[in-house]
């Protein structure tokens, strides 16, 4: 909402200055986003009157003029305006008088002629961005009066950043409204007289959806004259709002809707048939809008038409057929209330916006519809003269303002400031609202232009207002601070984060809102849990891994070169769980997933340069997670290589997975090679398995090297975890080296070398007892695993 400083104090002028008149309205939630002069800095420039224009002996573009400017005696000055003329009055910037942009206006010769100052456009003194010639001035402009003063130049325009529940301040009345509650300062709101009636000259009205349109008001003004030329007053204070001056009729309609905030339209009356109808549009209608625009309409759009045809979409904008023109002798004067939820969406849904359905999807005052209705039939008479008609107003059940009940306790506890019921019930009767007393609480009817006030909390919101913000002191918190204990089974997840930091990951936070492309590619979702209002098309659905996000950070690195990259997230992910879960029929649990893309380590002479896989991610996973011991098995999953993948368990329950991107995806998302990711449940990350003493033996170990052939198809996993769960106490590890398969070995069998260290801690380990303890290992393989001793 912009509108000028002088407007406003029109109507409400407390003694404050412009720059606390700001601080104000942003302390009481009506942000100034912007305040600026009408004009930049200039001085000495007065009004004055061209006596006479002659020829430039030397220049065929130039004239001297003889200028009164309300000095000692006429000034001679050189001119190039196109329009100069003798008996103009226009801006003269005196000798020494300085212009925007650091110029100053000195006695100069222009082609041999003395010039003892400037005749001035609106651009010169910065009140346009272009202008054709000199800057017109009324008749009746007083020679040598300060053209500041005559044109109000340092006025100061203000424009506020209104959030969409304050819709009644979308009109200088209510501005003005909110300033006198502010200050206490008188406001003096317009009076809209009724007008005198008469014509007889009126319209049936209809209305067909009255949901849609429950109050419509209209007459007839006939006999008006459309050229009449709007005044300065008004062109200047619609300007100055934001809106270009266009004709009489059109601008009182704009000057009114700024002034009370109620949007109106002037039809042109020759050119309706029959009845006005509010009604909804019928299948395959059409109308031309005053832009230009042709648009077919669909069913939920509120249109206002005659018999005949549309006329106008309601509450947004009128329509090329019937709108007035300089022609325009007879005006059907609309002014209506459409309830918020039948214009809402309308226009952005075709493209373009109104002043007017910015209000009414806001909620304009239906209490206000015929005086407004009377405001603009007063000022067309006044300035383009008429004959008014009776106002025919239709009217349907308008929407209801129930009472809100407000508890004095509940505004001292919520405030945390004493206030009294008196005090209370003096911030409601400045700001209009009206109640009645409940043994100490209040009843507050919120009037027709609140449509913000629904609960408890909004009233409190307002007491807090018109208190202030910055009155209410900030109270330090006070506790009992009592040192907890913490748990050494689990870690917590800033260490997890250092953890995988220090091993050269770096923490990335990505949207939990993603692309239902990377549902369906990287987790096999086709029903995800789509957003009701997306905050983009590629932000629609919820996402169920971390994958998608950690795969487009890597292309984003690529783009810029970035050939090695570590990457980890930690998060929520969604899932639909109708039983049982935290928030009704969704889960939500945190997970972790890292991502290593490119060399397994960073460039250097001292290495063989390979690329990462899938046992550098494995690895990095085992070492996260230690003490804790994690198995790996077999596994499918939509994002991973069929062949470089596998599931992570703890304790026989699946975690998570880690593995190599699929290829499929690898192609579709441009990398030249396959980055490998794990993804595990973060609270079993959290766990920390105690570690517990083992004494460090003081006795040497024995070593020995063992190798079996077994069948091709027995996992490596299942033969350690046997030979560990039946290993005699002085056995320490059993380590897998090497695993063969090919020439010397049957077909269909591989062969295991495996390392076994002994190692006592309170005596030395003799030579048979090292060999026996090999013995049973292999018959114990033979007899479980049908392995056979390679030799």
Same mark, same amino acid.
């Given at each position: 909402m912009k509108f000028s400083e002088s407007w406003l104090r029109?109507?409400?002028?407390?003694?404050?200055?412009?720059?606390?008149?700001?601080?104000?309205?942003?302390?009481?939630?009506?942000?100034?986003?912007?305040?600026? $002069?009408?004009?930049?800095?200039?001085?000495?420039?007065?009004?004055?009157?061209?006596?006479?224009? !002659?020829?430039?002996? *030397?220049? *065929?573009?130039? @004239?001297?003029?003889?200028?009164?400017?309300?000095? /000692?005696?006429?000034?001679?000055i050189v001119c190039g305006a196109p329009n100069v003329a003798a008996g103009l009055k226009v801006p003269c910037a005196l000798p020494g008088a300085k212009l925007p942009g650091n110029f100053t206006i000195k006695v100069a010769k222009v082609r041999g002629i003395e010039s003892s100052g400037m005749l001035c456009s609106a651009k010169e003194l910065g009140i346009a961005e272009e202008a054709s010639g000199l800057l017109i001035l009324p008749a009746d402009a007083s020679i040598g009066l300060d053209i500041r003063?005559?044109?109000?130049? @340092?006025?100061?325009?203000?424009?506020?950043?209104?959030?969409? @529940?304050?819709?009644?301040?979308?009109? #200088?009345?209510?501005?003005?409204?909110?300033?006198?509650?502010?200050?206490?300062?008188?406001?003096?709101?317009?009076?809209?007289?009724?007008t005198k009636v008469t014509i007889d000259a009126k319209r049936e009205i209809i209305l067909e959806a009255p949901e849609a349109c429950p109050l419509y008001c209209g007459?007839?003004?006939?006999?008006?004259?459309?050229?009449?030329?709007?005044?300065?007053?008004?062109?200047?204070?619609?300007?100055?709002?934001?809106?270009?001056?266009?004709?009489? &009729?059109?601008?009182?309609? /704009?000057?009114?809707? #700024?002034?009370?905030?109620?949007?109106?339209?002037?039809?042109? !009356?020759?050119? &309706?048939?029959?009845?006005?109808?509010?009604?909804?549009?019928?299948?395959?209608?059409?109308?031309?809008?005053? /832009?230009?625009?042709t648009l077919g309409l669909q069913a939920d759009v509120l249109l206002i038409a005659d018999d005949k045809r549309p006329l106008a979409m309601a509450g947004i904008m009128g329509g090329?057929?019937?709108?007035?023109?300089?022609?325009?002798?007879?005006?059907?004067?609309?002014?209506?209330?459409?309830?918020?939820?039948?214009?809402?969406?309308?226009?952005?849904?075709?493209?373009?916006?109104?002043?007017?359905?910015h209000r009414f999807e806001r909620g304009v005052d239906f209490g206000g519809t015929r005086q407004a209705l009377e405001r603009a039939t007063q000022l067309i008479i006044e300035i383009c003269g008429g004959n008014a008609g009776p106002i025919t107003e239709a009217k349907e059940q308008l929407p209801v303002r129930p009472p809100v009940s407000l508890r004095t306790s509940r505004v001292v506890k919520v405030l945390g400031v004493p206030f009294s019921s008196e005090q209370i019930g003096d911030f409601f009767a400045r700001l209009g609202l009206p109640f009645v007393r409940d043994e100490g609480d209040f009843v507050v009817?919120?009037?027709?232009?609140?449509?913000?006030?629904?609960?408890?909390?909004?009233?409190?919101?307002?007491?807090?207002?018109?208190?202030?913000?910055?009155?209410?002191?900030?109270?330090?918190?006070?506790?009992?601070?009592?040192?907890?204990?913490?748990?050494?089974?689990?870690?917590?997840?800033?260490?997890? =984060?250092?953890?995988?930091?220090?091993?050269?990951?770096?923490?990335?936070?990505?949207?939990?809102?993603?692309?239902?492309?990377?549902?369906?590619?990287?987790?096999? @979702? $086709?029903?995800?849990? =789509?957003?009701?209002?997306?905050?983009?098309?590629?932000?629609?659905v919820m996402r169920s891994t971390l994958i998608g996000g950690l795969i487009s950070n890597v292309v984003t690195n690529l783009k810029r070169k970035q050939t090695r990259v570590r990457l980890f997230e930690t998060g929520r992910c969604f899932f639909r769980d109708p039983a049982g879960a935290p928030v009704e029929g969704f889960r939500q649990p945190w997970k972790l997933a890292a991502l290593a893309y490119g060399p397994a380590l960073p460039e250097q002479w001292g290495v063989i340069d390979r690329n990462v896989d899938f046992y550098d991610i494995k690895g990095e996973l085992e070492l996260l997670m230690a003490p804790a011991l994690i198995r790996f098995e077999k596994f499918s999953h939509p994002a991973l290589h069929p062949g470089r993948s596998a599931k992570v368990t703890l304790q026989?329950?699946?975690?998570?997975?880690?593995?190599?991107?699929?290829?499929?995806?690898?192609?579709?998302?441009?990398?030249?090679?396959?980055?490998?990711?794990?993804?595990?449940?973060?609270?079993?990350?959290?766990?920390?398995?105690?570690?517990?003493?083992?004494?460090?033996?003081?006795?040497?170990?024995?070593?020995?090297?063992?190798?079996?052939?077994? *069948?091709?198809?027995?996992?490596?996993?299942?033969?350690?975890d046997a030979l560990n769960e039946n290993r005699p106490s002085h056995v320490q590890e059993i380590r897998l080296f090497d695993v063969y398969a090919g020439k010397g070995i049957e077909a269909g069998k591989k062969s295991l070398a495996l390392r076994i260290v002994m190692q006592d801690t309170q005596r030395t380990l003799q030579e048979a007892e090292v060999d026996d303890t090999l013995k049973n290992m292999v018959v114990f393989l033979q007899n479980t695993f049908d392995a056979n001793l390679r030799v």
């Open positions: 029109s109507f409400v002028n407390p003694n404050i200055t412009g720059d606390e008149l700001s601080h104000l309205l942003t302390m009481a939630g009506l942000e100034v986003e912007e305040e600026s $002069t009408v004009a930049p800095a200039f001085d000495n420039v007065v009004i004055a009157q061209v006596l006479e224009v !002659n020829k430039h002996p *030397d220049a *065929d573009r130039l @004239n001297v003029c003889r200028v009164d400017a309300g000095q /000692n005696e006429p000034l001679q003063s005559f044109l109000d130049l @340092n006025d100061r325009l203000l424009t506020l950043k209104l959030t969409p @529940n304050r819709a009644d301040c979308l009109s #200088l009345t209510g501005i003005a409204r909110e300033v006198s509650a502010l200050t206490g300062a008188e406001a003096h709101h317009p009076e809209a007289q009724s007459r007839i003004v006939s006999g008006v004259n459309a050229k009449a030329s709007t005044p300065e007053w008004m062109k200047r204070r619609l300007e100055r709002s934001g809106i270009r001056s266009i004709s009489a &009729l059109v601008d009182i309609t /704009n000057y009114v809707m #700024l002034e009370l905030g109620q949007p109106l339209h002037a039809f042109d !009356n020759a050119k &309706l048939a029959g009845a006005i109808h509010a009604r909804l549009a019928e299948p395959g209608e059409q109308i031309q809008l005053l /832009n230009e625009q090329e057929d019937t709108g007035i023109n300089l022609d325009t002798t007879e005006v059907f004067l609309e002014s209506a209330f459409f309830a918020p939820k039948a214009i809402a969406g309308r226009a952005r849904r075709y493209g373009f916006g109104s002043d007017a359905s009817t919120p009037p027709s232009y609140r449509f913000d006030i629904e609960i408890e909390e909004d009233l409190i919101e307002e007491i807090a207002r018109l208190h202030g913000y910055d009155n209410i002191q900030a109270v330090s918190p006070r506790a009992a601070l009592t040192m907890l204990p913490q748990t050494e089974d689990t870690r917590p997840l800033p260490r997890i =984060r250092q953890a995988l930091a220090d091993r050269g990951f770096q923490e990335v936070i990505n949207y939990a809102f993603i692309d239902a492309s990377w549902e369906d590619d990287f987790s096999g @979702n $086709t029903s995800a849990i =789509r957003l009701a209002n997306p905050i983009a098309s590629h932000m629609s026989g329950k699946t975690v998570g997975f880690v593995g190599e991107l699929h290829p499929e995806w690898q192609q579709k998302y441009d990398l030249p090679s396959a980055p490998v990711i794990f993804e595990v449940d973060l609270e079993a990350v959290k766990l920390a398995k105690l570690p517990t003493y083992v004494e460090v033996s003081r006795q040497p170990p024995a070593i020995r090297d063992l190798a079996v052939v077994v *069948d091709h198809k027995i996992a490596i996993q299942s033969l350690l």
